[in-house]
């Protein structure tokens, strides 16, 4: 059966404002997978989101599972985070000097976190990732990254690189604009391979400040990692005094309140967060021990400052959310329920004989083609992104939006009801056949 890509929802809104968007943004976009190059039609416009529901300008109304891009694990407009921010900008947006509400939320992350004694807040998770390196490399006097194919880390100019071709790994960058002299301080080894990563080390450790990885490497499909592999980081840097950077701008507070740390009882030296922690504002973080945070300005020597960092509006809807995450069980009603979401999905795929696997952690979920398990970049089949391409815009037609490219995980929220989880379900079910058929 030929498929044809036929649009029946009205988008004309949607498409009126790319165009118009065009004008005054590169690519009609602030960030680059707005632009909705790996899906087909323009962008959705949205104009308001509550709970799991999002609505675009055409009124439209979707399932939403992207969130955001996975700050909003409460979904859209919590009654609790509006509250906060409405009382707190009702006093003004921002003062530029430390407040009540900043020590709020630092302490709520600290009295709950036992793998940090101290944090730091930026505006961004790449603000984040960009001062844990600074911080690393400042704190050992080593200039060296090691860093793993498959795994983002936001847009810092030295972790903007692949693997190099030849026999060396020193990075190449995956970005016009960055320096060849920044990439080279980047290795680039790939995931799950734990002799390239213990040779590396034992012959170069004298120049490598930090091993960075994504414990729950989200951005490149799910590629989740055994227990056993990320214990083996945390023995082979203590082994060669090397620092071990978890990013946990997406795991952090999404895969329980101590992130990717907590979930496998794995030490890391400094951590970073983004997404959740602001509950949907601008916030990023990054934390260590007192003894390695003692190093940043104004204690110590690694400069890092910010105009706007810890924002108070920000700071209020963080410390909004992070309370009901701190909440007993709020974790395991989220894992209960997307397991449910997924097994669903899979058991139907299995039934039909689809290739189709929903790798899975806490309240993440990833829409795999393929029936392997999948640990690094290499392994994932291009051709599945076609497949992606139509079950995205099918899901359109039929009020379910997935984020759009199928390297993109998904995310539920709290907001999440059962209703809402088994019309998704149903959709899927239907768009499978069409993917599969076509
Ligand atoms: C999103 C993300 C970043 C970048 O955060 P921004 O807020 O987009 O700058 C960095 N690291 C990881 C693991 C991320 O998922």
């Known amino acids: 059966m030929e498929y044809i890509m036929q649009n029946k929802i009205n988008r004309a809104s949607s498409a009126k404002l790319y165009e118009e968007a065009k004008k005054y943004f590169?690519?009609?976009?602030?960030?680059?997978?707005?632009?909705?190059?790996?899906?087909?039609?323009?962008?959705?416009?949205?104009?308001?989101?509550?709970?799991?529901?999002?609505?675009?300008?055409?009124?439209?109304?979707?399932?939403?599972?992207c969130c955001s891009w996975g700050p909003l694990i409460l979904g859209h407009d919590n009654d609790d985070v509006r509250e906060a921010i409405i009382e707190t900008v009702a006093h003004g947006t921002s003062f530029g000097t430390p407040t009540k509400l900043g020590n709020q939320l630092g302490k709520l992350i600290l009295d709950n976190n036992s793998y940090l004694d101290k944090i730091r807040f930026v505006s961004s998770g790449t603000e984040a990732v960009m001062s844990a390196i600074r911080l690393a490399r400042g704190y050992t006097g080593k200039d060296k990254i090691v860093k793993f194919e498959g795994c983002y880390h936001g847009h810092v100019d030295s972790l903007l690189v692949k693997a190099g071709s030849g026999l060396v790994t020193f990075g190449e960058s995956t970005s016009a604009g960055i320096p060849e002299s920044f990439a080279k301080e980047t290795i680039v080894l790939p995931l799950n391979d734990k002799e390239a990563l213990e040779d590396l080390l034992s012959k170069h450790n004298d120049q490598i400040a930090a091993v960075i990885i994504e414990p729950i490497p989200a951005n490149n499909g799910l590629l989740l990692q055994d227990k056993s592999y990320l214990e083996f980081l945390r023995d082979v840097c203590t082994?060669?005094?090397?620092?071990?950077?978890?990013?946990e701008v997406i795991s952090g507070f999404r895969v329980g309140f101590e992130g990717a740390a907590g979930y496998y009882g794995i030490q890391p030296d400094i951590v970073t967060y983004g997404k959740i922690i602001g509950g949907g504002m601008p916030v990023g973080a990054y934390g260590a021990s007192s003894e390695i945070m003692s190093h940043i300005a104004p204690d110590g020597p690694v400069y890092q400052a910010g105009t706007l960092s810890a924002n108070p509006v920000a700071m209020s809807a963080g410390y909004a959310t992070l309370q009901i995450l701190n909440g007993s069980g709020f974790y395991e009603t989220m894992e209960t329920k997307t397991q449910k979401f997924v097994e669903g999905i899979e058991t139907y795929a299995n039934e039909k004989g689809y290739e189709l696997t929903l790798p899975t952690i806490g309240s993440i979920f990833w829409v795999c083609f393929s029936n392997e398990r999948i640990?690094?970049?290499?392994q994932i089949d291009a051709a599945g992104m076609e497949k992606f391409k139509i079950l995205h815009h099918e899901l359109l037609q039929r009020g379910v939006y997935l984020g759009p490219s199928g390297y993109e995980v998904g995310f539920?929220?709290?907001?999440?009801?059962?209703?809402?989880?088994?019309?998704?379900?149903?959709?899927?079910?239907?768009?499978?056949?069409?993917?599969?058929?076509?």
Do not use: W
Not at 34 to 59: C, H, M, N, Q, Y
Not at 375 to 378: G, K, L, P, V
């Open 239 to 247: 082994k060669y005094n090397v620092l071990l950077i978890f990013d």
């Open 26 to 65: 590169p690519g009609g976009v602030n960030s680059p997978v707005r632009a909705f190059k790996s899906v087909s039609g323009p962008p959705l416009f949205i104009k308001k989101g509550k709970g799991a529901k999002i609505t675009d300008e055409d009124e439209n109304q979707y399932i939403d599972f």
């Open 375 to 378: 640990t690094s970049a290499d």
């Open 412 to 438: 539920i929220s709290a907001a999440h009801t059962p209703a809402d989880l088994e019309r998704a379900t149903e959709m899927m079910k239907e768009c499978l056949d069409i993917v599969f058929q076509a």
